[in-house]
């Protein structure tokens, strides 16, 4: 298991090989895992939300209408082009291409009041996954919720989803962000971290 971060070519090799290599539209367990992942953001509404590695937009669809605006980062242009396609209907969904955390998209401080980093986070080296959150936290209001998704089964990536979720967390615990929610599930955790309890 190399320490580096995965390259974008190897995410755009997938890509072109499969529209969905990881079958986002097809497995029940991905179903399941969003169906979760949409329980615990519970019925609040965003004004601005951030979803890292957006893939082909699975995950964004369902939440453009919980969204006054919607933003999806994703480092492969296929990916893309299918999330475009499949949000087309949601004019306040955009897409950002970019290689994480290095190509993180330009916005404001403290802009975003949801963060959704699902199934990213363990394709990065160490150092690139506390630069991340250091990128999201800066742009994060001072009330938003930052959800983190992780794959915690057995993996050949610079991490495993359990050493980047626990990464992640201790770095933002560090700038003062509190944990809200944390459960785990069969073969993945979330994580749910809450500016407006803040630690002390």
């Not at 519970?42 to 964004?60: K, N, P, Q, Y």
């Not at 897409?95 to 986070?121: K, N, R, T, W, Y």
Request: proline share 6%; hydrophobic share 45%.
């Amino acid at each position: 298991m190399s320490s580096a971060s995965w390259p974008g070519s190897v995410f755009a090799r997938l890509y072109d090989a499969h529209p969905d290599p990881w079958g986002f539209e097809t497995r029940a367990y991905e179903r399941r895992k969003y169906a979760r992942t949409l329980a615990v953001l519970g019925e609040r509404r965003f004004d601005f939300a951030l979803e890292l590695g957006c893939s082909i937009g699975v995950m964004t669809a369902e939440l453009a209408p919980r969204c006054a605006r919607l933003l999806g980062v994703d480092v492969a242009e296929a990916a893309l082009r299918r999330a475009r396609a499949r949000c087309r209907g949601w004019p306040a969904v955009s897409f950002h291409q970019g290689h994480l955390p290095g190509a993180f998209p330009a916005l404001s401080p403290g802009s975003c009041d949801l963060i959704v980093v699902s199934e990213l986070l363990y394709f990065l080296s160490r150092a690139d996954i506390m630069a991340l959150a250091d990128r999201i936290l800066a742009v994060a209001r001072p009330d938003a919720s930052i959800l983190l998704v992780n794959w915690t089964g057995p993996t050949d990536t610079p991490c495993t989803g359990d050493e980047a979720a626990d990464l992640f967390l201790g770095q933002c615990r560090g700038a003062g962000w509190a944990g809200a929610f944390s459960e785990r599930r069969d073969g993945y955790r979330i994580d749910l971290l809450a500016g407006d309890i803040r630690g002390t």
